[in-house]
């Protein structure tokens, strides 16, 4: 390690003196030759001094000087990482006037550039014409396109890409065998994809080549894992990287103490801390966050506040994600008041919110009443230069309407309309909702209608809200027919709106489409809430004792609910035992 440290000092050393000599060189208007400008150029273009280097160049024109193939590439390497692509491929003109053939670094900074402005269409026709160049891609040319394709959502793409690249069978016919920085963008492209499966089919090729995985590998990998919820694969590879000598760094135990903490494991995610310094890798920002995250979750706001308080005593510095954590917290627990104390420490410390650290405050607010403080906020929020989202409004408008605030809200969102502002379907929900609630069915109602003529299609939660809205004003054929409207769309009733549905016929004794209810929550497995249940049984009792008669189709309605409780609801067993009996006596044959 001591060997390492001197020969990168020496490198760096040896740069800076090359550095100096040659800028003394050109201040005495002496000539030398162009690889020593080169050597210049390459070494400011890694310490990131772009500018520095086109200014240099310009000189190196006035020297008399002929930039070769090099140069050139440097220049275009420097444009790219200052985000002047025009400038580069400008650059490229000069290089064939010049009678150079560009190689495949001239090209591979052409594509990053380009795919650092998320142009990958352009870089992907730019590689397949590097044989019109008289150029073949290599390792780095192939590895950079596949990263812009990943990072742009075409995983797919580049997966293709890879596979000719190993395999030789695309357009240039030449293996370019990849490497670990290769596999490992692949690999992670895959599995944030959720392609997880095929990223562990490249993991074991990877290691039947002989191509040693690495931290970046597994921790990609684990990631894939976690995210599919699978946490014995992810738990089995953790493992497995340090059984074959692979250090797993901070990045690697935040992926899973993430996932812990998702799933309430805070001991578990605990012990993984302590191990992690055990091993002498010092918790960063986001280990923290994630771990004060977790203990919210699970209710533990003193941990959370105490881990946040000794964050910067281990030397962490706190930063907004750290305190939209903790306010978040605090307002789930109804203690807005700490939130906002939170809030005022982090302006005092220079830590600007962001829309995240407002939108939870607006809703913790108007969760405790305190309409007229979000308001303000609202107010010192747009003071404070950040503007507000859909979420932002959203709150506004479920708050308002929750508060009684109905015509405030109405107001809000019908100016939203009209500067064209872009509400989403939680929006309408939210004043949907608000309106059901005072007796405002026929507006609610229009507002649900015109779903359709903005854009937008109504979900589980809008049919949910507009069905009891109906079912609670006594128009019940309106909301089954809105029921029936919504399994045609293909959508999915939940357990809500069948025990709201339920309620209602209930509530006007239509004991036959309770029974067509009750069929239906039997074919898609949804179990009635046990109170409502309870008043089912009583209700087919009512009607069987009501009409004894032999073949009435009450009496036989009768008897299919009996027989649909019995298999749902093993609970009310004894109850529906009674019912069963007494089809029986009553003539009723079971089946």
């Given at each position: 390690m001591m060997n390492i440290g001197w020969c990168f000092a020496a490198t760096v050393l040896r740069s800076l003196i090359i550095c100096v000599m040659l800028v003394l060189v050109i201040s005495s208007g002496e000539v030398c030759p162009v690889s020593s400008f080169n050597i210049l150029f390459g070494c400011l273009a890694k310490n990131k001094h772009y500018d520095t280097v086109l200014s240099l160049f310009k000189r190196l024109n006035s020297t008399g000087l002929f930039p070769n193939l090099c140069t050139y590439s440097i220049l275009i390497n420097c444009f790219c990482k200052m985000g002047r692509v025009s400038h580069s491929?400008?650059?490229?003109?000069?290089?064939?006037?010049?009678?150079?053939?560009?190689?495949?670094?001239?090209?591979?900074?052409?594509?990053?550039?380009?795919?650092?402005?998320?142009?990958?269409?352009?870089?992907?026709?730019?590689?397949?014409?590097?044989?019109?160049?008289?150029?073949?891609?290599?390792?780095?040319?192939?590895?950079?396109?596949?990263?812009?394709?990943?990072?742009?959502?075409?995983?797919?793409?580049?997966?293709?890409?890879?596979?000719?690249?190993?395999?030789?069978?695309?357009?240039?016919?030449?293996?370019?065998?990849p490497n670990t920085v290769t596999y490992n963008t692949i690999t992670d492209g895959l599995c944030k994809e959720g392609f997880v499966d095929k990223a562990k089919e490249l993991f074991l090729q990877m290691k039947g080549k002989n191509i040693?995985?690495?931290?970046?590998?597994?921790?990609?990998?684990?990631?894939?894992?976690?995210?599919?919820?699978?946490?014995?694969?992810?738990?089995?590879?953790?493992?497995?990287?340090?059984?074959?000598?692979?250090?797993?760094?901070?990045v690697t135990f935040n992926v899973i103490m993430d996932e812990l903490c998702k799933n309430g494991k805070m001991e578990e995610a605990s012990r993984l801390?302590?191990?992690?310094?055990?091993?002498?890798?010092?918790?960063?920002?986001?280990?923290?966050?994630?771990?004060?995250?977790?203990?919210?979750?699970?209710?533990?706001?003193?941990?959370?506040?105490?881990?946040?308080?000794?964050?910067?005593?281990?030397?962490?510095?706190?930063?907004?994600?750290?305190?939209?954590?903790?306010?978040?917290?605090?307002?789930?627990?109804?203690?807005?008041?700490?939130?906002?104390?939170?809030?005022?420490?982090?302006?005092?410390?220079?830590?600007?919110?962001?829309?995240?650290?407002?939108?939870?405050?607006?809703?913790?607010?108007?969760?405790?009443?305190?309409?007229e403080h979000a308001l303000k906020l609202f107010d010192e929020m747009q003071h404070n230069y950040v503007a507000a989202d859909t979420v932002t409004y959203n709150n506004f408008i479920d708050g308002l309407c929750k508060n009684g605030y109905i015509v405030e809200a109405v107001e809000l969102f019908r100016t939203l309309r009209i500067l064209k502002y872009e509400l989403n379907i939680v929006s309408y929900n939210c004043l949907i909702d608000g309106l059901c609630k005072i007796g405002k069915l026929e507006t609610a109602w229009e507002l649900f209608s015109s779903l359709p003529h903005v854009g937008l299609m109504a979900n589980v939660v809008t049919y949910n809200i507009m069905i009891h809205g109906l079912c609670n004003d006594g128009q019940m054929d309106k909301a089954r027919g809105l029921f029936l409207d919504m399994?045609?769309?293909?959508?999915?009733?939940?357990?809500?709106?069948?025990?709201?549905?339920?309620?209602?016929?209930?509530?006007?004794?239509?004991?036959?489409?309770?029974?067509?209810?009750?069929?239906?929550?039997?074919?898609?497995?949804?179990?009635?809430?046990?109170?409502?249940?309870?008043?089912?049984?009583?209700?087919?009792?009512?009607?069987?004792?009501?009409?004894?008669?032999?073949?009435?189709?009450?009496?036989?309605?009768?008897?299919?609910?009996?027989?649909?409780?019995?298999?749902?609801?093993?609970?009310?067993?004894?109850?529906?035992?009674?019912l069963f009996v007494s089809m029986e006596s009553m003539g009723c044959k079971h089946t």
């Open positions: 491929f400008v650059v490229l003109g000069r290089i064939l006037r010049s009678c150079f053939t560009p190689n495949a670094v001239t090209f591979t900074s052409l594509i990053k550039g380009l795919c650092a402005e998320s142009r990958i269409v352009e870089a992907a026709a730019l590689f397949t014409k590097l044989r019109v160049f008289g150029c073949e891609p290599d390792v780095f040319t192939y590895t950079t396109l596949i990263n812009g394709l990943c990072r742009t959502g075409h995983t797919i793409v580049a997966l293709n890409l890879f596979e000719e690249m190993a395999n030789g069978n695309g357009e240039f016919g030449v293996v370019c065998e040693n995985p690495d931290a970046v590998t597994y921790t990609s990998l684990i990631r894939g894992f976690c995210y599919a919820n699978d946490w014995n694969k992810a738990k089995h590879l953790f493992i497995e990287m340090m059984d074959q000598g692979v250090q797993p760094d901070v801390l302590e191990l992690m310094i055990l091993r002498g890798l010092n918790p960063n920002t986001s280990t923290y966050n994630t771990l004060i995250d977790g203990y919210c979750l699970s209710g533990k706001i003193d941990r959370a506040r105490e881990l946040f308080v000794s964050m910067e005593s281990n030397g962490c510095m706190h930063d907004v994600v750290s305190y939209n954590t903790l306010i978040n917290g605090y307002c789930k627990t109804k203690d807005v008041e700490e939130s906002l104390n939170l809030y005022s420490e982090m302006l005092s410390k220079g830590i600007r919110p962001t829309v995240v650290t407002y939108n939870t405050l607006f809703h913790g607010l108007f969760e405790i009443h305190q309409v399994e045609a769309k293909g959508l999915e009733p939940n357990f809500v709106i069948f025990n709201t549905l339920m309620l209602g016929f209930i509530r006007n004794n239509e004991t036959s489409k309770v029974i067509e209810l009750l069929h239906r929550m039997d074919k898609r497995n949804v179990m009635p809430d046990a109170s409502i249940l309870s008043i089912v049984v009583d209700l087919l009792c009512v009607s069987s004792a009501l009409k004894p008669d032999l073949g009435n189709p009450i009496l036989i309605t009768t008897c299919e609910g009996v027989l649909c409780i019995v298999g749902m609801f093993p609970g009310r067993v004894n109850r529906a035992k009674e």
